[in-house]
């Protein structure tokens, strides 16, 4: 299995643009969470989806940010519009609960950079 | 809610020698617990894990120690190499749910 892919790896924009960030789960994996992680903040949730459902969306900072989960291959992370301080790294992380672990796979992130 | 902390920011150790990361959670209900490692400019890699019924476990060089009573985690690595120089992550989960709590992270260096 190729793991987590995220696309882009990474993106300059400008303020107010919208940015689109994309994941494709670890086949058979039937959660998928969004993190972000600066500096100050370190990893935070975003929110995360079941079975494609979204479970928990406390974590998106505001409106602006949105995420999908139209199929269980595939998920966005949109910024609407985009603001200098959305520049972090953002991390896509797929799992399948067993009996025994909930082990989350992680991508190799998106490094958005706002200006 | 969740918190997680780290004992120390950064640790630095010699080539060969020992080194224990430390992590301390809030949540006496937390169940499931991991250690991270990540690299430069890469997502964060499950190095072990361990659940609320084990107070020990271990991998290969790796051992976590986990304290409910104290609520208190460790990583141990034994004879340290360059390739270990990264940043280590403790995170836990809470009543059952696979939502990963993250703590600040503890940057390991490996003095040659």
């Known amino acids: 299995d190729a793991g987590v892919i995220q696309s882009p790896r990474h993106e300059v924009t400008e303020m107010g643009q919208e940015v689109t960030l994309r994941c494709k789960p670890i086949?058979?994996?039937?959660?998928l969470f969004w993190y972000r992680q600066t500096m100050m903040r370190g990893l935070e949730l975003l929110i995360y989806f079941n079975n494609n459902v979204p479970i928990d969306d406390s974590g998106m900072p505001e409106d602006r940010f949105s995420a999908k989960m139209p199929n269980a291959s595939f998920s966005t992370l949109k910024i609407q519009p985009s603001e200098p301080r959305d520049s972090a790294v953002y991390f896509c992380a797929s799992s399948s609960r067993t009996d025994w672990n909930t082990e989350a796979f992680f991508g190799q992130g998106t490094r958005l950079t706002v200006v | 809610g969740e918190s997680v902390g780290l004992h120390l920011p950064t640790l630095s150790v010699q080539e060969g020698d020992n080194s224990i990361i430390n992590c301390a959670y809030s949540n006496s209900a937390s169940d499931y617990f991991i250690w991270y490692k990540q690299e430069s400019g890469k997502g964060p890699q499950f190095i072990i894990d361990i659940r609320s019924n084990m107070d020990k476990r271990q991998g290969q060089r790796v051992t976590v120690l986990l304290n409910k009573t104290v609520k208190h985690l460790s990583l141990q690595i034994a004879a340290t190499q360059p390739g270990d120089s990264a940043v280590y992550f403790c995170a836990v989960t809470t009543g059952g749910g696979n939502k990963l709590t993250f703590g600040t992270g503890t940057q390991l260096k490996v003095e040659l």
């Open positions: 086949s058979g994996h039937n959660s």
